[in-house]
Nanobody, 122 residues
Framework: QVQLVESGGGLVQAGGSLRLSCAAS????????MGWFRQAPGKQRELVAA????????YYADSVKGRFTISRDPAKNMVYLQMNSLKPEDTAVYYC???????????????WGQGTQVTVSS
């Protein structure tokens, strides 16, 4: 069992930065691939970034490559998403998720946080 709690969302101007944090609890945190999804109003939930259990491999959606960085700190049971050069189209609720496979399909992830709102103004 893994519990996830996101923080760090907020309102930022285009071109600005935010860092999202995901605090994980549970003995098996290190066994899971961790991902950040986002969902904008009227759109499907999409995988933005993911990192493998060891942190050795990462995945980024094309729309955020070069601007977002995912990382995990096993000692603190934390996962981060550093978001730079933010655009209005990045506006969404961002969710932290834990899964067994590095897949882009939301239903393949086992545990979810409650989400944190990111709003980028133009």
């Amino acid at each position: 069992q893994v519990q996830l709690v996101e923080s760090g969302g907020g309102l930022v101007q285009a071109g600005g930065s935010l860092r999202l944090s995901c605090a994980a609890s549970g003995r098996s945190f290190s066994d899971y691939i961790m991902g950040w999804f986002r969902q904008a109003p009227g759109k499907q939930r999409e995988l933005v970034a993911a990192v493998t259990e060891s942190g050795s491999r990462t995945y980024y959606a094309d729309s955020v490559k070069g601007r977002f960085t995912i990382s995990r700190d096993p000692a603190k049971n934390m996962v981060y998403l550093q978001m730079n050069s933010l655009k209005p189209e990045d506006t969404a609720v961002y969710y932290c998720a834990a899964g067994r496979f590095l897949l882009t399909t939301p239903r393949m992830y086992d545990y979810w946080g409650q989400g944190t709102q990111v709003t980028v103004s133009s």
